[in-house]
């Protein structure tokens, strides 16, 4: 498929045709439930280094820092903040974050009604943070997609597919795309030659996991993800590595830029002070000794019921010889079962 590179505009989404040329319309895209799936999936990895499957408490705190720090405005975050964030992702209280629970939770918050954010939102402040930060992500992440999505679009291959029937690139379609992506960025810190033969052969084996030759858009969306959500430090050693890795961080910076996700502001209304108050509130102690556990130590423990501990049980007072109503016991303490919306489920005692 040949490009239509004549309008790189063309690239970004549209609203309905009035014979102008608009602004991109980033609401008329919406992402699906698969890749937004996929793509928390790969953020997960960015900081899982070694690919184990979990994130510890250290590099949990590193991935909440960042995705808050790009917030617009951006969101503070303290360390007992922190650690109950953790303890929510954290279902089976393990003291680690495990991929599923991660991409469940902020799948949960990325595909959640208006009405049952707000209904998360006025569960405290802390849980108003959790949701201005998961809103400000998935808009990042749904227009990084969008943005690959249509330069896939405009470029795959008619006449190569893959092993599963999926649309795919090869070393040629896969340069065409790359060259009008460098080109989305109207501001370059850097300006690139398109990428030779020999790279995009290269390129190819970077993003290609299946390892059939070709790039389906999945693969070619995982790989732009977890190179965007990287740091800018990680980014400038890649590409110093050789002028074909600074011509895929160029193509990345691009990317970001063209999709004005470092603009986007979340309409989450945080009360600061609240969210100070309430967390230093918070009785974590006991979790941060379970998060300090060894991570394989706690992955070989079985999950236990969570039975309640320290409940006084209601005690009968000795009947009186000389009263002739017998003394009646008191009546049990009601549990009621709070909102759960992809958090680990509590219980509150109503006296």
Known sequence: MSADAN??????????????QDAPDWDSYEIGEK????????????????????????????????FASDC?????ISSRELASFQDILDKDKNGIVEQTEFVSFFFDLAWITPEDRAAFVKLGPMFAKLAAIAEAETERLRRWVYVIHALFERHFSEQLMSSTGLPVVGPNELGALMKEGLSLDENPKQMYAGPMESELVRFVKFMDKDEDGLIDEQELICFCVQGLRQTPESNLAFASRSAMHAKLIGFLEAINSFSGADAFSSNVQINTSQAQEASRDLDIDGYKETAARAPEETLEVKKQEIVAEDVVEPTVQPADPTASEPVTEPAPTEVVETVDIGAAAEEEVVE
């Open 7 to 20: 309008n790189n505009t063309s690239v970004a989404p549209q609203g309905e045709p009035n014979g102008q």
């Open 35 to 66: 890749e937004i799936r996929a793509v928390f999936d790969a953020v997960f990895y960015v900081y899982d280094k070694d690919s184990r499957g979990y994130l510890t408490a250290d590099q949990f705190g590193v991935l909440m820092q960042a």
């Open 72 to 76: 617009r405005p951006p969101v503070s």
